[in-house]
């Protein structure tokens, strides 16, 4: 028999020694903090639908959450509450995030893409107490507000085109401290929630923890995934509300780039003008948006030299949107994702054997949606539930494994909300 | 108020929502099972102290540490228990790691740099059960376990350089199970144990659990900081036994990475040799290791086209050595790091700013032991613990935070095991 004690008066416990490291909850304003302390000038862009280009950094999007948050708390808002966003990328919607979860509140991101009655029944499903919504979605909030009992009030990140009740954050949030102490709760609680359409039934609810939105950033950052380094110019074309932005708005200030927010226009020329004047360097999208920026460059015989690669995700990027790229000087990384894997679960990015290939077979490996990193396992099984070969050829259900994967198969299903 | 529920029974809690994502305990197996079902051809390659090179794979290094297991836990080995190494860096040291910690067990590495007085004290002090060495120190090592009534067995990865009581670890694994259930206990228990040697009193144990080598090889693989791809090969020369080998034994299977373990001949000659047949793209080790190389290349105007990059650790890196491996076409980066913080707490990637530099100023720049990643934090606080400007001119005490960093300031002093 082994006793083992210590200074600080440890013992051995029943399933084991406890390792002797200092407690860190994995809590997602832990990388807003990060930002804004080691890369506080940072700078972080919006395209407003107001048309105003807002110029912030992640000391300022760090203050603007600290303020929100106490906003919230002084308004009532308590650990585990839901508060929702309808709106598009921007600054202020990042410090949204940060300032509902780093309070242990959670963030849920509505799709504006969904109709009234989607939206109105999504709302009532996880019972958000608040709205905060882009000056655009002005109205269709407004109606939303009215029809779900649940929300209290009614926010906006912009001015709104129209009439509306909704209180500007800019004035929920004056006057506010801007400390909070964040954190310092379970990583297991929730951050985030996010329904997907899917395809048949109701909609299905996500709900994120800090835990695994911080393991997902983690994973993701990783040279063989998204491979984000301080010196990137990072825009997230992929919406905050769809997928959370493949993990964007927390890898972004985890590492330090500087932060693109394209707002709601997402044209070709548009596009193309905001990555060239802000020297994007990686951009996430969906092939859509790739398809309008190739027309536009080839239209136009323009390149973007900054620009040196892209996440296409969302939908298979298919061989002829690989070599239209390729032309422009543009390497198209092929990621494969789901809401209810926080997004990310394979990237396709280059193994040893790739440097030997020909051209040909080059482009036929990129085409594929990659290798799962660290962190996601996959394996394929047939109807009896018995692991198939990985070998691209055994057809059978796929089953996704890891801290950053739904509980429950891999969709959650969270039911109605009582109040 | 709220009430929550969803198809699974889930009620709020007192502290708030709790995220709906799936259980995942980080332990270290998790490496060689990701190294070993997506890499498992990717070759560990070791020059062993018999002159023997081994070449074995992922999935021979999972299969070698699994049979140890059950040959651990058929000896009686239980979770908790330290078991010692005395190697240098090779695949089977690599095995027995992951062999050790995957039950639950602790993997105590020893350095055989210490004396033997010192070792005795330290395996007295920590407990060990068994004591696993290479052939090269088998004489130390029989020493070792007739003086340390803790050690129960002595076993040897290699064959003995003279007589020795030790079994090959081989022939104590013959015959057990390709296959140990590893894991699914507790992410906070005990991984490993390293004693400093200090610059006064006692040597000081520092104890790793499992989250905390987790998350350090997350932090460490950022493209910011050691940033290793599955297209690297990796040259490990800081020892396994010094300051955790920078993590290198768990992010290089986590990634995929070739793996070439040098063993004990360091020299000039000798280490180009290595890295010019395996084609190493990244080594790690202390400035005195790239002076013996760059003496070897100058002297025979070599070079080493294949690596890219290395890490210069251990002791600050001068100009001198700096500007030497530049000429050869070796990309230095200064990192900065103690036993303590697992071990990296700083790596001097290029910000942004440094694209405009003067040459000379990237220089200066590149000497400066960086900035912290994502997952480690430090200030630095005056004699009353007041924190100081991080300026490069205040002067203070630092302290360092995270989930790798050892607990009770930067120091975990373990006291002695009672048996």
New interface residues.
């Given amino acids: 028999?082994?006793?083992?004690?210590?200074?600080?008066g440890m013992t051995?416990?029943e399933?084991?020694?406890?390792?002797?490291?200092?407690?860190?909850s994995?809590t997602v304003n832990?990388?807003i903090e990060?930002a804004a302390?080691?890369h506080g000038d940072?700078e972080v862009v919006s395209f407003r639908d107001d048309g105003v280009v807002e110029r912030t950094d992640y000391a300022g999007i760090r203050r603007d959450a600290a303020r929100l948050s106490n906003a919230l708390l002084a308004h009532g808002v308590?650990?585990?509450?839901?508060v929702a966003t309808l709106a598009m990328n921007s600054g202020a919607h990042l410090a949204a995030w940060y300032g509902i979860a780093g309070i242990?509140a959670?963030c849920h991101t509505l799709n504006p893409r969904f109709s009234e009655d989607q939206l109105a029944w999504i709302i009532d499903h996880a019972?958000d107490?608040m709205l905060m919504a882009d000056g655009a979605f002005a109205e269709m909030a407004g109606q939303l507000a009215r029809r779900c009992p649940s929300i209290e009030k009614l926010l906006l990140f912009t001015p709104p085109q129209g009439e509306s009740s909704g209180q500007l954050v800019e004035d929920f949030s004056a006057g506010h401290s801007d400390e909070c102490a964040w954190g310092g709760?379970?990583e297991?609680?929730?951050?985030g929630l996010c329904y997907t359409s899917g395809t048949t039934g109701d909609p299905k609810g996500?709900?994120?923890?800090?835990?695994?939105n911080v393991?997902h950033t983690?994973?993701t950052?990783?040279?063989?995934a998204l491979?984000?380094?301080?010196?990137d110019v990072v825009m997230p074309i992929v919406p905050m509300y769809h997928a959370n932005a493949w993990g964007l708005a927390f890898s972004a200030p985890?590492?330090g780039t500087?932060l693109v927010m394209p707002g709601s226009r997402l044209d070709g020329a548009t596009l193309f003008e905001r990555m060239r004047d802000e020297g994007v360097t990686f951009a996430a999208a969906v092939p859509t948006a790739w398809l309008g920026l190739l027309d536009y460059l080839e239209a136009h015989d323009e390149r973007l030299p900054a620009l040196s690669r892209v996440v296409v995700g969302g939908a298979a990027m298919s061989e002829q949107l690989l070599r239209r790229l390729d032309a422009r000087g543009i390497e198209a990384i092929a990621a494969w994702g789901m809401t209810e894997l926080?997004p990310v679960g394979g990237v396709s990015?280059?193994?040893?054997a790739?440097?030997a290939m020909t051209s040909e077979e080059r482009i036929a490996s990129r085409l594929k949606q990659g290798?799962?990193p660290?962190?996601v396992?996959m394996r394929i099984v047939d109807e009896n539930g018995a692991p198939l070969p990985h070998d691209g050829v055994a057809a059978g259900a796929l089953q996704m494994?890891?801290?950053?994967?739904?509980?429950?198969g891999s969709v959650?299903?969270?039911?109605?909300?009582?109040?």
Same sequence: chains 1, 2.
Avoid: C
């Fill in positions: 028999m082994t006793a083992w004690t210590d200074d600080r051995m416990r399933d084991g020694l406890r390792g002797l490291m200092q407690p860190w994995m832990r990388f990060h302390r080691w940072r308590a650990p585990g509450d839901r242990g959670v019972g107490r709760f379970d297991e609680l929730a951050a996500v709900l994120y923890s800090h835990r695994s393991l983690l994973f950052l990783q040279p063989d491979n984000l380094s301080a010196r985890a590492v500087r926080s990015a280059p193994l040893p790739t440097a290798r799962v660290f962190g396992d494994r890891g801290p950053a994967v739904a509980a429950g959650a299903k969270i039911g109605g909300s009582q109040r």
